[in-house]
């Protein structure tokens, strides 16, 4: 009689432990339809190129920080208009109107694409917010030092008033920030991405 207790109990402990496996194994088979389905998610939710947000940013960014700066001058902050972007190339007063405020507004927008691509070329891997920061300052300073003569309007350096400079600084500072954080946390959130996908491959 005992054995047949013993041989039961047997039994009993293999199918429980059959039972523990099959459960152990439907869990993984979750977790990798999880992680898959986030997979998929993600993806879905990256429609867009890193290129082609890089290009929106900078234009985004421009065009938001140069209208600041109208405000700005409107305000007496500053004695830069955005108007001044047009002095090398366009010809009559047109330029110095409402029509001409947002036609500058656009070209700055143009022309922070180009800035915006040089950061993705060159400093996207900088996590460092200070990093967007000083860019747009050395942008402040390639434009009224080294390209100044280019724009009749714009004093030479030493020759701004004090309002102008903490004035201009400030928006071409918040300019890099703007762009520099935006190109460097996508450049984070990608390669975090791009991680999380060969872990899921090499699990599979």
């Known amino acids: 009689m005992k054995w047949i207790i013993l041989v039961r109990d047997i039994i009993t402990m293999e199918v429980m432990t059959m039972s523990e496996d099959k459960d152990k194994e439907k869990d993984k088979e979750k977790d990798k339809d999880k992680d898959k389905g986030q997979l998929e998610q993600d993806t879905r939710e990256k429609p867009m190129s890193f290129l082609m947000l890089t290009v929106i940013t900078g234009f985004c960014g421009g065009v938001l920080w140069s209208g600041l700066g109208y405000l700005a001058y409107v305000f007496h902050f500053t004695a830069i208009n955005p108007n001044v972007i047009l002095e090398p190339w366009a010809i009559g007063e047109w330029k110095y109107s409402w029509l001409g405020i947002v036609i500058s507004i656009l070209a700055i927008g143009v022309f922070s694409i180009v800035a915006a691509l040089i950061y993705y070329g060159m400093l996207r891997r900088m996590k460092n917010l200070w990093a967007g920061i000083v860019y747009g300052i050395a942008l402040f300073l390639l434009v009224f030092i080294v390209l100044n003569p280019i724009f009749p309007s714009i004093k030479p350096f030493m020759q701004l ?6 004035t201009t600084v400030c928006l071409y500072g918040l300019f890099g920030l703007f762009v520099g954080y935006s ?21 599979s």
């Open 161 to 166: 008033d004090f309002d102008t400079i903490i």
């Open 183 to 203: 190109i460097s946390y996508e450049e984070n959130e990608l390669r975090h991405y791009n991680e999380k996908k060969e872990q899921s491959s090499q699990d």
